[in-house]
């Protein structure tokens, strides 16, 4: 299977409307909240492909470990802000985000949000496979070695060390499922 052309096609299934969007790793948490006054799906699309994106260029997020999208489409432009601050401090209590900037606290949402739009973009077999503790490990101790590597050699920003030590605490999780594999 091409996995490249079943992202783009589950892709085409994600609103295009402006809002605010989750990406999130493969076992569904929440990895990174942006926000699109473009399209969700046009800026979604530009994460996953790599092109004009700070969190991919500054090695921050491993596009590898997106198979879950929640699209969020907000109807008024002077909301979205609110919104992506309110579901960036939602997400991050609970496991910390790669979000390049940290949105100024909200309040409480004044209106219902309603239920997000969600994508699975990774077949089940696929997110399957990259699940096991023997690939999942690997790849994301290389990609650690990546952020580390950018933060030491191109930029060293505390954004990219906030990036890197949620990254630790993933890779912990990893770790820690790759020995109990081995019981």
Not at 53 to 72: K, P, T
Not at 103 to 120: A, R
Not at 147 to 156: A, T
Request: with cysteine.
């Amino acid at each position: 299977m091409d996995i490249q052309r079943y992202v783009k096609g589950k892709l085409e299934e994600l609103t295009n409307e402006i809002g605010v969007y989750v990406l999130c790793d493969l076992d569904g948490v929440p990895i990174y909240v942006g926000q699109s006054t473009d399209g969700i799906r046009t800026r979604v699309h530009r994460h996953l492909t790599s092109a004009r994106s700070d969190v991919i260029a500054n090695r921050q997020l491993d596009v590898w470990e997106v198979a879950f999208v929640r699209g969020y489409p907000i109807q008024n432009k002077e909301t979205i802000a609110i919104v992506e601050a309110y579901l960036f401090y939602q997400f991050h209590s609970k496991s910390p985000l790669m979000n390049g900037t940290i949105p100024q606290k909200p309040g409480e949402l004044s209106f219902d949000l309603g239920e997000p739009q969600i994508v699975q973009i990774l077949p089940d077999e696929e997110i399957e496979d990259r699940k096991r503790p023997e690939v999942r490990l690997p790849r994301q101790a290389f990609h650690y070695h990546i952020l580390v590597d950018h933060l030491l050699k191109v930029k060293d920003k505390p954004i990219l060390r906030r990036a890197l030590s949620a990254h630790f605490s993933r890779l912990k999780k990893y770790h820690e499922q790759f020995l109990g594999d081995l019981e």
